[in-house]
């Protein structure tokens, strides 16, 4: 079974430019969700997919991040313009999305974002 | 406000013996724990959960225990390998407010040979 796929693998670009990353689930997730990971720090929930409808955006910047997951499958995540805090890795993740706790979400490899 | 905390950055223990990773959380909402395993340049993988109704959960040499009244969890790994050199989260959620995944900030085991 393929994993969650992300790209690019990485990306440097000056602030105030704009960057967007792509993420493909696992065939079937019906959630989807984008994390921001900070250097030192664990990961932090951006925003939360049910098929093509968002639950949680409630941390998402929206001054400058959007999201969006069209058809329910692939979802891109954009942020425009970058500042120098937005360096991170970004994670995506998918799981079945049942309404269980034991509902596993599987993570892709990440994009990790240099602002300069 | 962090609400699940690992406070140790970083274990050092040798091959054979016992890896104890601790977490401390703080929200009373969350009642379903997860350990993640976070290899560099790859994304995290689940390992090992609990529930709140149950305080100890094996998966070969994987242990997770917890401890509700002091609000602690564990995980235990016996024997320690190299393999299991990573990046270890703990992880929480609950339900309303709490049912976001929450994540500690991580501890870096390494296994010596």
């Known amino acids: 079974e393929a994993g969650v796929a992300q790209s690019p693998r990485y990306k440097i670009i000056e602030k105030r430019q704009s960057v967007a990353f792509w993420c493909n689930p696992i065939?079937?997730?019906?959630?989807l969700y984008w994390y921001q990971q900070i250097l030192g720090q664990g990961p932090k929930l951006l925003i939360q997919?049910?098929?093509?409808?968002?639950?949680?955006d409630s941390q998402l910047p929206k001054d400058r991040f959007s999201a969006e997951r069209l058809k329910g499958v692939d979802s891109t995540l954009k942020i425009q313009p970058a500042k120098l805090e937005d360096s991170a890795v970004y994670l995506c993740?998918?799981?079945?999305?049942?309404?269980?706790?034991?509902?596993?979400?599987?993570f892709g490899p990440g994009t990790r974002l240099t602002v300069l | 406000d962090q609400q699940v905390k690992q406070n140790s950055p970083s274990l050092s223990v040798q091959e054979g013996r016992i890896s104890i990773l601790n977490c401390d959380y703080t929200?009373?909402?969350?009642?379903?724990f997860l350990w993640y395993k976070k290899y560099p340049a790859e994304g995290p993988t689940f390992l090992i959960s609990?529930?709140?109704?149950?305080d100890k959960n094996e998966d070969g040499r994987f242990t997770v225990f917890l401890n509700k009244s002091a609000k602690h969890l564990s995980l235990h790994i016996v024997p320690s390998q190299p393999g299991d050199s990573a990046v270890y989260f703990c992880?929480?959620?609950?339900?309303?407010?709490?049912?976001?995944?929450?994540f500690g900030s991580g501890t870096q085991l390494t296994v010596l040979p």
């Open positions: 993740a998918s799981s079945l999305g049942n309404s269980g706790y034991t509902d596993t979400q599987y």
């Open positions: 065939s079937g997730h019906a959630t």
């Open positions: 997919f049910q098929n093509n409808g968002v639950v949680d």
């Open positions: 929200n009373s909402m969350f009642d379903y």
């Open positions: 609990i529930s709140s109704i149950k």
């Open positions: 992880a929480a959620r609950g339900s309303g407010s709490a049912r976001q995944l929450t």
